[in-house]
């Protein structure tokens, strides 16, 4: 039961889940520090560039977790 959805599958979609969910929570971080500033849309630019390059970071972080498989550990 537990093998019907493998592993890998799962991990990939954790990993891809990190962009919409870190640019959802700089977006509405950015939006309320706009809102309380009262200087919409700097905060908001700002919150979503920073979110962004944190969801990347955190994907090659994860990417470099991964173990190797025997094509790519190969080169090919």
């Known amino acids: 039961m537990a093998d019907l959805i ?4 799962l991990r990939a979609i954790g990993i891809w889940s990190l ?3 870190y ?3 700089g977006g509405i971080l950015g939006y ?3 809102r309380v500033a009262g ?3 700097i905060f908001l630019g700002i919150g979503l560039l920073v979110a962004l390059i944190f969801a990347v970071r955190d994907m090659l972080r994860l990417r470099d977790s991964f173990p190797k498989t ?3 550990a ?3």
């Open 6 to 9: 493998p592993k890998d599958f």
């Open 32 to 34: 309320v520090v706009d």
């Open 19 to 21: 962009i919409p969910s």
């Open 70 to 72: 025997p094509t790519q």
């Open 39 to 41: 200087t919409f849309p």
């Open 74 to 76: 190969s080169g090919g």
């Open 23 to 25: 640019l959802l929570a």
